[in-house]
């Protein structure tokens, strides 16, 4: 077996790509490692084209294997990998965004690309190497596409950028990943973006691009000698049939109404059932529907490249009608509403006990999750009849970047001991529901009592860019559109969804339709977002400006108390007796942590103050000098025994009964007596000795 191997260093990071014959049914296929972190990247093309489709049918999938971190998942009876986990779904998604612009939008053939994690050294995030395998794998393939392309990720604190950095750097404010590619000139252009940050202001994202920028660069260069070596000769696929004819027919019947109703759902309709009334064959059919598709989307460019007229008649930076409400569903823990247009979401929140968080458990990632937002888009919201088969990609996607968006303001686990889930509902959907769902779900959580940080509002910024793909793209011209909707979205160049508070972004998610965009329209696009959001903002602050002060009294309530480590075993009693007894008799649930921090949750606020007292009364430790109301349990020759708190007995001797002598024990308590105690030393093994006399002019520190 032939194998060649390339290899390239990283700041002192090794990076080697081999090419053999192990995958060699494939199109194209590469190994790549970088640290210890292994991915195999393979695409294949169908041989036929896929009839009746309008779009091109590219799969994407990151495959996370168990064994590639030495782990043994899965259900007990099976052990093996099943449905991909919401991680492994994010990163296909974050794969196929990258890819997807720089292939052809008019193939039909099947193309389908797997990128599969081999092995992980607990450091080295394999998205990034997923992203330059998968276009390694194209670029040496015979697979037609316009790459290369390479991703780079940049962590760390705003004053310390850090590339590719590990999992503890990615947590200190800053986790930017950014794909870019070389332009006709050779610079370097950005098509991809994900990024959570904590309140940065768009400077530090600038910076953060910047720095990527020389990496990405490195990457394109690697992969560009690389296939000098190793590359097979690009297949040459059908040229899209057109039919003048029909086009001719188009014109002449919808010509006039092409610019008034880019924003029409009809059109498109009635424009084919003309097709097929006028012709019996679907080449045609298919061919007038293609043209419709370029027709509309050039007539979008011309008149906001040219006029700077947008379909609904805005301004370039003018936002659609915005409301919001709160308290929308009676019972709910919290609610709100967010509108943008016809754009409308619902947010529920819903919290719970430290025992409800989210088990994760796979290969990077394994541990608990305790805030999650869900995201829910089902037909009804873009008028489709079709049945919901639950979440996707997009939905989960989607979820994620409100997640990320809202997280970092939300308080930690010592200050809210909660378990946070908000489910956003999409309504009714005209673009940009996912920001629109990030605003309802920061309405919710402050309606909900939960003490947020800042309130986190979001907007989706659009770009129409002159269609000369001869022109580099730093030389044409281009237009930054606010809040994009319906034909913005569809027909133009880039969805950027940007999120944050009055102090800085929180989010941001960035694909495109063309090769990519400059840092100049970067940087405008975040300055004309930064506006957007200042005046969301200002609508969500005037239904509610601040977090409410407490929970909704359908919410459970959680307390957390501080115990001794050693004392676990106290409140869990044998064979866990005890703190079942606790948990059926209050009506609460207890989470107990290794360290003694113990969660108590319950809807019944008498029932939690009783499990408070009764795991404290177990755990309390005797302390010399206080005076405790005791009950006598047994009498011996030389003193009496005394039990102080639940479980913790002291003795009494008898020359500690009484300031004169006495001479038996029984003259002075008998068992089953209440008597009040002085502790007055602490001996070895747990023993705790105590004076009668001594507490007589003292007060009990606690009654049994």
């Not at 509610?544 to 002060?549: A, K, L, N, V, Y």
């Not at 008498?606 to 007292?613: N, P, S, T, W, Y």
Request: aromatic share 6%.
């Amino acid at each position: 077996m032939e194998s060649k191997n390339f290899n390239l260093e990283i700041d002192n990071k090794p990076l080697t790509v081999t090419v053999n014959d192990l995958a060699e049914r494939a199109n194209g296929s590469v190994f790549v490692q970088f640290g210890e972190t292994t991915v195999l990247a393979t695409c294949v093309m169908g041989e036929n084209d896929v009839d009746g489709i309008d779009y091109f049918p590219l799969s994407v999938n990151y495959e996370e294997k168990f064994y590639a971190g030495g782990k043994i998942f899965g259900s007990r009876f099976t052990r093996r990998e099943g449905r991909p986990s919401d991680e492994s779904l994010l990163t296909s998604r974050l794969i196929d965004r990258t890819l997807r612009p720089l292939f052809d939008k008019d193939i039909k053939k099947e193309v389908s690309i797997t990128v599969t994690l081999l092995s992980f050294d607990n450091e080295t995030e394999p998205a990034i190497i997923g992203i330059f395998a998968a276009s390694l794998a194209l670029l040496i393939s015979d697979i037609p596409w316009n790459g290369p392309v390479a991703g780079a990720r940049i962590g760390g604190s705003e004053d310390n950028l850090i590339a590719f950095p590990n999992y503890e750097q990615k947590a200190n404010g800053i986790d930017l990943m950014v794909s870019g590619l070389k332009d006709k000139d050779g610079q370097v252009i950005f098509n991809m973006f994900e990024a959570q940050l904590f309140e940065k202001e768009e400077s530090v994202i600038l910076s953060a691009v910047s720095k990527a920028k020389e990496y990405i660069e490195k990457l394109l260069d690697f992969q560009l000698q690389i296939q000098k070596e190793v590359f097979k000769t690009k297949k040459v696929l059908k040229v899209k049939e057109r039919k003048e004819e029909v086009e001719k027919e188009i014109l002449a019947v919808f010509k006039d109404r092409f610019e008034k109703e880019l924003d029409s759902h009809e059109l498109s309709s009635e424009v084919k059932a003309f097709l097929k009334s006028k012709y019996d064959d679907s080449a045609s059919i298919n061919a007038g529907m293609d043209f419709l598709e370029d027709y509309l989307e050039k007539t979008l460019h011309t008149l906001v490249l040219n006029k700077e007229q947008r379909p609904d008649n805005r301004k370039l930076d003018e936002i659609r009608d915005l409301s919001a409400q709160i308290d929308y569903l009676p019972r709910v823990h919290g609610s709100g509403v967010f509108v943008r247009g016809q754009t409308k979401a619902l947010s529920v929140l819903t919290l719970g006990g430290p025992g409800e968080e989210k088990i994760l458990e796979g290969v990077e990632f394994d541990g608990k999750k305790r805030f999650m937002h869900h995201y829910n888009f089902p037909p009804f919201s873009v008028g489709d009849s079709r049945p919901s088969r639950g979440p996707g990609r997009r939905e989960i996607g989607h979820g994620r970047l409100g997640e990320k968006a809202l997280e970092p303001v939300i308080p930690n686990f010592d200050n809210f001991p909660y378990t946070i889930r908000v489910v956003s509902e999409v309504l009714s959907s005209n673009g940009s529901s996912s920001m629109a769902s990030t605003c309802a779900a920061c309405l919710s959580l402050m309606a909900g009592g939960v003490p947020i940080s800042n309130m986190v509002a979001g907007i989706a910024m659009g770009i129409i860019v002159d269609l000369d793909s001869t022109i580099p793209v730093s030389k044409r011209n281009y237009k930054i559109l606010t809040d994009i909707q319906g034909p913005e979205d569809h027909y133009g160049d880039m969805d950027f969804k940007v999120a944050g508070t009055d102090k800085g972004v929180t989010a941001l998610q960035m694909d495109v339709k063309f090769d990519g965009i400059t840092e100049k329209m970067l940087q405008e696009g975040l300055e004309q977002a930064k506006k957007a959001r200042f005046e969301i903002l200002e609508v969500m602050k005037a239904v509610i400006s601040e977090p409410r002060s407490d929970l909704s009294k359908y919410a459970p309530r959680v307390q957390m108390i501080t115990i001794n480590p050693e004392k676990i075993g106290d409140v869990i009693g044998s064979q866990g007796k005890i703190i079942n007894k606790i948990i059926d008799e209050c009506d609460v649930t207890i989470e107990i942590e290794d360290d003694g921090k113990v969660y108590i949750a319950s809807k019944n606020k008498e029932g939690m103050d009783r499990a408070v007292k009764w795991i404290k009364d177990l755990t309390e430790e005797a302390t010399v000098g206080k005076i405790y109301a005791g009950t006598v349990t047994k009498i011996l020759d030389f003193g009496a025994i005394v039990e102080i708190l639940p479980g913790q007995e002291g003795m009494v001797h008898i020359s500690e009964l009484d300031d004169k002598r006495v001479a038996k024990v029984s003259d002075i308590v008998k068992i089953g007596d209440k008597v009040q105690v002085k502790v007055i030393s602490l001996g070895n093994q747990g023993k705790i000795s105590l004076s009668l006399k001594q507490a007589k002019n003292g007060q009990p520190r606690s009654a049994n």
